[in-house]
């Protein structure tokens, strides 16, 4: 007997483990994979980046293709690969639009696309040529295309079908993209919220069991989004360059960031009941490192190879008929013709009321001649490739910039304005700083160099700087956010700090492009120096 109900305890133990195998293996089942992959502000980084680490990540448009490639193998059906945007920039863009840059990214297996800012930076016209030669469709959500070279070719909304889960997708534009860019009639029709709201509410009517935002807004603005609208379940984001080490999670929506210039490809795992229902406990997210060991796709490899063989000698973006001094001593000891070229672009660019850019900025180190305006030669005057910063500084502040300014003669500290005009005395007293805390720097001596600093009022006529008054400063990021030469006004009280993500070169070249001549014109007394 004893032997008899120890067989029978032993036998339904047994039993019992086997059936709770299957009900593991039958809830296994029962949970859809999707699986989301991409990039964000690819920057037209198609060749891998040189690196001197050995571990670190070198990127390339080959090497991402065959980790898209590996990915889609392992979850035949239930993977989408998506781009949100800003990589159309740099050479490849310079030299043949967006054709080289598109193409690859096609056959690299992307499905997806969300407009970033920079893909307007040549107009409408151009994104639309690309968009034609592409093969992934392209979600534009808030912007207005009817009537435009856009019309018909993106979608404001997009339902499909993986492992049977019904997956609406929607995109979002950064709002600052009418300071940003060149969109001419392409325009913004809708903050970012009334966006993402309208868009739910859509999607939902249209059968969407789980909702993504592919959006170029940052990471910041992706949050307050996320807050706001906790229908959506996942935002892939762009914009902020920010890679997240892990993905962010508020309520029930999932936040990932595609970083930038592909050095790793973001992947995002999800697990759905039938109903479409996320188990968030399931979902996982990787950074792969998109690494030297990598065997490139040689198909994409072939496609980048054909277009650096047809690559000219130097991308001529445009000509100037007058030499540019980027010599030292007039950068530095002088009001320069270069640097008032460059911040007046800038302040038109992005409506600034000011532009305040340092001589250490410019580059290059000797004098170009009347000719071509060459990519490398503007490579050569942007060698830190800093982004334009916008802030808001009170006038009280922006004169004790310009007296750290004045202490800076002859130094890389010097600096340029657009939207301003002072005048530096160097026999008065210069500022002086405490660094004895580099992270908490302050100024001991105020400084009495600076004089008669003047500004445009609403009608063009030359003002007094108003001290109690609140100015839109563009700077660069060296300045704004590494208090760089010792400027630390901008980073402890600037407000609203916005980055453009455009830099000198980009600036440069995309107004060489489009006007042909890049002449810098005779000073102006914008910075007078009296020694």
Not at 97 to 125: Q, R, V, W
Not at 240 to 246: A, F, G, I, V
Request: glycine share 8%; hydrophobic share 40%.
């Amino acid at each position: 007997m004893f032997r008899r109900n120890l067989k029978i305890a032993v036998f339904m133990g047994c039993l019992s483990v086997l059936m709770m195998s299957c009900a593991e293996i039958q809830e296994q089942k029962s949970f859809r994979k999707l699986t989301i992959i991409g990039t964000a502000d690819l920057q037209g980084t198609l060749d891998p980046i040189s690196v001197k680490d050995d571990k670190k990540p070198v990127g390339g448009i080959a090497r991402i293709a065959a980790l898209i490639k590996s990915v889609k193998a392992e979850n035949n059906g239930g993977v989408v690969a998506v781009s949100t945007g800003d990589d159309l920039m740099n050479k490849y863009f310079h030299a043949f639009k967006a054709k080289a840059i598109y193409e690859t990214m096609s056959a690299a297996g992307y499905d997806l696309y969300a407009f970033g800012n920079h893909e307007f930076d040549k107009g409408p016209e151009v994104l639309a040529d690309g968009v034609k030669q592409s093969g992934f469709q392209c979600i534009c959500s808030d912007l207005h295309i009817k009537n435009t070279p856009l019309d018909g070719l993106c979608k404001p909304w997009l339902i499909r079908e993986y492992n049977g889960l019904k997956v609406g997708f929607f995109s979002l534009m950064t709002e600052n993209y009418p300071f940003v860019t060149s969109g001419k009639d392409v325009k913004l029709i809708s903050a970012n919220l009334e966006t993402a709201r309208n868009s739910v509410k859509t999607l939902k009517e249209n059968g969407a069991q789980i909702i993504v935002a592919l959006t170029h807004i940052g990471y910041d603005q992706d949050i307050e989004i996320a807050k706001a609208v906790p229908e959506i379940n996942v935002i892939f984001g762009g914009h902020s360059h920010d890679y997240l080490n892990k993905m962010e999670r508020i309520g029930n929506t999932l936040i990932v960031n595609g970083g930038e210039k592909g050095t790793y490809l973001v992947r995002l795992d999800l697990f759905a009941d039938s109903s479409g229902k996320l188990d968030m406990s399931k979902a996982t997210h990787q950074q792969i490192p998109v690494a030297k060991d990598i065997a490139p796709d040689p198909k994409i490899s072939d496609i980048l190879a054909a277009y650096q063989k047809d690559f000219p000698p130097a991308i001529v973006l445009g000509r100037t008929e007058v030499e540019w001094n980027l010599s030292k001593e007039a950068i530095r000891q002088q009001e320069s013709p270069i640097a008032n070229l460059v911040n007046d672009l800038m302040r038109q660019k992005f409506n600034a009321d000011i532009v305040l850019n340092n001589a250490g900025a410019f580059r290059g180190g000797k004098i170009y001649p009347a000719g071509d305006v060459t990519d490398a030669m503007l490579k050569e005057i942007d060698e830190f490739g800093n982004y334009a910063f916008m802030v808001e500084l009170k006038g009280s502040y922006i004169k004790d910039i310009l007296e750290r300014s004045a202490a800076c003669f002859d130094e890389g500290g010097l600096l340029h304005p657009s939207g301003l005009r002072y005048a530096i005395d160097l026999k008065k007293t210069a500022q002086k700083l405490n660094t004895d805390n580099p992270k908490q720097l302050s100024a001991t001596v105020a400084g009495e160099r600076v004089s008669d600093i003047q500004v445009p009022d609403s009608a063009g006529k030359w003002v007094a700087l108003d001290m109690e008054k609140n100015y839109r400063v563009l700077s660069n990021s060296y300045m704004v956010n590494q208090e760089g030469d010792g400027y630390f006004w901008f980073k402890r009280y600037g407000k609203n700090p916005n980055n453009t993500y455009s830099t000198f070169y980009s600036i440069l070249a995309d107004f060489a492009q489009e006007k042909g001549v890049l002449n810098p014109g005779k000073p102006d007394n914008r910075l007078r120096i009296m020694k």
